[in-house]
């Protein structure tokens, strides 16, 4: 039996042509990705080796820097917001009925197009006819503001349905992880007299704590990748106003045909995810795992 | 034997404490019925469902706008139900524009990429949890690791490739560049499912004489085929929305997606609310449906796709 099982032949043809795809359209990529920031390239013509020349403009780039700040700002906002996630999950998978039918319908945005999510949402903010605004002149605002175009506000207003797309995903998450802990302790420890306080912030949430961790590593490597609402609702206007890292890679590459500096963003985009995953994990590490 | 296998699967991912299993208790009634209680329930369930309003309401609001002409969008007040539906806007974009044609792409890019992601994870699975060889945990962690690779830091070098190779503006580079993507996804949830499937049926089998093909086609995929429709589902969903990949690779009317499709079409009728909400309506309605009948799947896949990360 072993030897049919450990036939080299056989486990080639199982893996190669998954392994292929992967090392091909992910794998090799990533390194090209690195090789060309080292390259003066207009996407077309043929490549001039210019050093560190672009790795070094990154560096000097306020305009990077200023689409960086902004992608840091969404992992902030996004990180402060699974606090939020967190409370509704725990009130969920408390006694509550119908629990099980609201955390479907908070789910339903993240499973939509971002497409149709940003053209809906910028309906929603339209100055005259959206629902917003609507809604503001109907309590006497006059003056609602055109959320999209204002520079002070477009980053904000852009953060809401990021917020509105994914919060169903947090909360089904946690809403999981929470059903999971064993009722008797809970139980035990009603008994021994703890609040609902008590229980949710000294047994619940300690002992979902590295389903948190992997949260947090999704909130913010998510955000610090995040293009598509940005890229379709603002095109990262107006004037590098709500502009990220990801949607100014993406300017540089297929507006600016400066193929050669959008690869070098593209792999820091790239050393920065991970090294930050890696943080992530390292500050949050516990010397050792709760044991009951 | 499937839903136990689902329950071990669901605890296997949190964590060691879920690992010793409660037998299952009555939950002991609250003692505490004093009318501040109620008070505070009635608050948490109002919370609970302003919560619910905000997530679902702009979409019924885009289904209300979708059945409006500009004169009742521009006019009347945005929350007003339409006195008489304009279904004709729904008729008008399917037949002017391309969108059936977007349609159409759309469905067989997806279908295609969900049939070979599916098929190629299952085979790397199966290697991975039932055959012995000394590199499965090597090969596991990169496709792991391809989970958290961001995909503008591979989009220029495709682009680059794919031009190179004839493979720009052609279906092909988007079914491939799909596959790619979503196969440590779903190779994710396929493992936790194939780690705790029974492993007597197979060796069985190999006792029978039966050749490792047959096992894989004939014992383990029938096996699997819960999960693999989990799986199937999470990919549609991603497929189905998938824009950036459509958006820089694809150039013709003719092969591109939806999303990439009304984005452009959008544009073209921008004053137009009844025709760009009927267009919107159309391109997340068979996600919605997916989403009526195959909730519990969804939620599933998308929590065993998470949370071991």
């Known amino acids: ?292 | 034997m499937r839903n136990e296998l689902l329950e071990e699967e669901k605890l296997d991912s949190a964590g060691p404490v879920q690992k010793d299993k409660m037998p299952a208790q009555k939950p002991v009634k609250s003692t505490s019925s004093g009318i501040g209680y109620k008070i505070g329930l009635g608050f948490i369930y109002v919370v609970l469902g302003i919560v619910a309003v905000f997530q679902i309401f702009p979409l019924i609001w885009l289904f209300l706008f979708s059945l409006k002409d500009n004169q009742e969008v521009f006019e009347l007040s945005p929350f007003a139900i339409p006195t008489d539906p304009k279904w004709e806007n729904y008729v008008k974009v399917w037949t002017e524009g391309n969108i059936s044609q977007y349609f159409l792409n759309s469905v067989v890019y997806t279908a295609s990429s969900v049939i070979l992601t599916v098929l190629l994870a299952s085979m790397v699975t199966f290697a991975i949890t039932r055959m012995k060889w000394k590199l499965n945990g090597l090969v596991l962690g990169l496709f792991m690791v391809g989970l958290m690779i961001p995909i503008h830091s591979t989009l220029i070098p495709l682009f680059s490739t794919f031009s190179s190779i004839g493979l720009i503006d052609h279906p092909l580079s988007i079914i491939l560049t799909y596959t790619a993507f979503n196969l440590p996804i779903t190779i994710m949830i396929l493992f936790g499912f194939y780690q705790v499937l029974p492993r007597e049926v197979e060796e069985a089998a190999i006792m029978d004489g039966a050749s490792i093909h047959r096992i894989f086609f004939q014992v383990t995929l029938p096996m699997t085929a819960p999960v693999m429709a989990t799986a199937a589902i999470i990919n549609m969903i991603y497929n189905w929305n998938e824009f950036v990949f459509v958006n820089t690779f694809i150039s013709s009317e003719n092969f591109k997606t939806l999303t990439v499709g009304i984005q452009n079409f959008i544009g073209q009728y921008s004053t137009d609310w009844g025709a760009i909400g009927a267009t919107l309506m159309i391109s997340i309605l068979p996600i919605l449906l997916a989403f009526l009948f195959l909730s519990n799947r969804i939620v599933e896949g998308i929590s065993a796709g998470s949370v071991k990360g």
């Not at chain 1, 006497?140 to 995903?169: C, H, K, R, S």
């Not at chain 1, 059903?179 to 008797?184: L, Q, R, T, V």
Request: aromatic share 14%; proline share 4%.
């Open chain 1, 1 to 292: 039996m072993d030897k049919a099982m450990s036939n080299p032949k056989v486990i080639m043809l199982y893996t190669l042509p998954a392994l292929f795809l992967l090392l091909a359209l992910i794998y090799v990529p990533i390194v090209q990705t690195g090789y060309y920031g080292l390259m003066k390239w207009n996407g077309m013509g043929s490549k001039e080796f210019i050093g560190l020349v672009n790795y070094s403009r990154l560096i000097e780039d306020p305009l990077f820097w200023s689409s960086a700040y902004h992608s840091f700002l969404l992992a902030l906002f996004s990180t402060l917001s699974l606090v939020g996630y967190l409370l509704i999950s725990v009130i969920l998978a408390g006694k509550i009925k119908g629990a099980n039918t609201l955390r479907k319908i908070y789910l339903i945005p993240m499973l939509l197009a971002s497409v149709a999510i940003a053209q809906l949402w910028m309906k929603i903010y339209h100055p005259t006819n959206g629902i917003l605004n609507n809604l503001l002149m109907s309590i006497g605002i006059e003056e609602p503001p055109m959320w999209l175009a204002n520079p002070d506000l477009v980053l904000f207003a852009i953060f809401i349905p990021i917020i509105w797309q994914y919060a169903g995903f947090y909360i089904l998450i946690y809403y999981a992880a929470l059903k999971n802990i064993p009722e008797s302790l809970v139980e035990s420890a009603r008994i021994d007299g703890a609040t609902a306080w008590d229980i949710a912030w000294k047994i619940k949430i300690p002992l979902i704590m590295n389903v948190i961790k992997v949260t947090i590593v999704l909130a913010v490597v998510g955000s610090l990748k995040y293009f598509d609402l940005i890229y379709i609702m603002t095109n990262g206007g107006p004037n590098g106003a709500s502009e990220v890292m990801a949607s100014y890679m993406y300017g540089q590459a297929f507006r600016g045909f400066d193929f050669g500096y959008a690869s070098a963003i593209g792999f820091f985009l790239l050393v920065i995810c991970l090294v930050i995953t890696w943080l992530i994990r390292k500050v949050t590490a516990t010397k050792e795992e709760i044991q009951y």
